[in-house]
């Protein structure tokens, strides 16, 4: 039962998020798509915030109805846990270390994010967000 609640409520998601164009323009943008802008200031610098820098870099996968984050919710479904924990932000059981290992050398679908797809810095901001194991 709960199943078919949840999925009556994607549907109707979606019936909202891709309703009739406006005036024959292009539909809105399915909400995983969208992002805040860029935190302002100097990439490299250390001390920015991690939750504004992992919604702007891994939010196209891992925020709500991304790829990486229907993946992971599968998983730990399967492990038993809660589909919340399909959610990084979420997750109490990542190490700033594995999330920094995982972000460099990407995992399963995951492809590998460089120092110009995130730098140092912004990478120490993100896996100490994510990072609540310790």
């Known amino acids: 039962m709960k199943r078919i609640l949840f999925a009556a ?6 019936a909202v998020a891709y309703a009739e164009p406006p005036a024959g323009g292009p ?51 399967m492990a038993g846990n809660p589909p919340e924990k399909g959610l990084l932000s979420n997750r109490e059981d990542l190490t700033a270390d594995y999330v920094k290992a ?17 730098t140092d810095a912004e990478l120490e901001a993100v896996s100490k967000y994510l990072g609540k194991a310790g």
């Not at 302002?40 to 109805?65: I, Q, S, T």
């Open 27 to 77: 539909p809105p943008m399915p909400p995983y798509i969208l992002r805040p802008a860029a935190p302002e200031g100097d990439r490299l610098a250390p001390g920015r915030d991690g939750k504004a820098l992992f919604e702007v870099h891994c939010g196209y996968c891992h925020l709500v109805g991304g790829m990486g984050t229907n993946l992971l919710t599968k998983q730990q479904m």
């Open 102 to 118: 995982v972000v460099r050398m990407g995992k399963g679908a995951m492809p590998q994010q460089t120092k110009v797809d995130l």
């Open 9 to 14: 409520t994607l549907v109707a998601i979606g």
